[in-house]
Each structure stands twice: as C-alpha cells, then as structure tokens.
C-alpha cells in the first residue's frame, strides 16, 4: 500500500490557472516545482474549488476583496466547501494528516499573507472617477474572503493547519 496518508488542499489555479481573471494566467510549469515536491513527498492533492468562477464566470471583472465581504458570498463559498470539509473530517478520523492549505498571494479571495482593498463600486463610465476608485487599489496584510471561510470552517471541525501562499515555504516544511 503506497497511500502516504498525507494531504494538502491547494486553490484551484494552482492547478488550473484558466480560472484565473483575464488578462492573467501563468504557464502551468510556474507550479512545477510545487507539483513535483508534492509528488516526490507523495502528498495527496485536493484541489479547492475557484469561488470567483463560480459566482462570477471567465468574464469577471478583476475585483478587491471589499467587494466580496457580503454575506452572500461568504455564504456560497461555505456551500462549495462542504463536501471537502466532509472528505476532511473522514480523512482525519482514519488518521490522515492534513499537512496545509496553499493559496495565492494578493487574491481578493484566494489571499493568505495578503489580500487586495480598495474602493471600488459602481458602473463604469458614470461619474467620471473611474481613474481615483482606481488609484484606491491597496495591498493589505490580510487573507481573501474564501479562506477566512476555509480557515473558520477548519477551525469548527477542529482542524489546525497553517496557511501558505509562499510555496517556497511550504516546501521547506516538508
Ligand atoms: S478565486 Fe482563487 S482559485 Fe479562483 S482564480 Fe482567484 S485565486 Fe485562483
């Protein structure tokens, strides 16, 4: 049996990066190195839903994470977590090791060091201050929406993991 019992959730794009916002997008071999450590280590890859295509599609705009503290996004990134969380709980109760969640550096919703703020609203074009609701654009030291859920989620089923969106130091962990 060649099962190494260990497991790291990564954020989908780490895995598919055609989820990311336009005009983004990295070659999938700027995971490479990760990938191939994970895969040496034989460490089970569960890939966590991208919560921005699914509310909002390919065509979304590029946003900050202001724009998703509502209780409807909160709410639905929950909803597409339960069943990894009941993969989890299942995972830890035959004494599997969750080894850590790896998200994306800046991403309003994907974040873990950091996050992007700003004040944005409205339609485009009306009111002429397009160019300063712009300029508010700010990075911040906190995480994305969508893992401040994982991170409360993980702690309700008493799971403690730490967070990286440095994979060079993930990879030192291991
Ligand atoms: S929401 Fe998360 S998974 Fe989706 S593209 Fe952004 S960083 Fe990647």
Known sequence: MNRGKKIVLVSHCVLNQNSVVKPYGRKAEDFKDLLMK???ENI???QLPCPEIS???LKRWGHVK????????RKQSKLMLENILDNIIEYKNNGYEVL???GIKGSPSCGISTTCRGDWNGSIGSGGDLGEKLKSLREVSEAGVFMEVLKKSLIEIEVDVDFY????IFMEKL
């Open 165 to 168: 969106d440095d994979f060079e």
């Open 44 to 46: 089970g890859i569960i």
């Open 100 to 102: 850590g969640v790896i």
């Open 66 to 73: 202001d724009q998703f503290e509502t209780p409807h996004f």
């Open 55 to 57: 509310l909002y599609g």
């Open 38 to 40: 994970l895969i040496e």
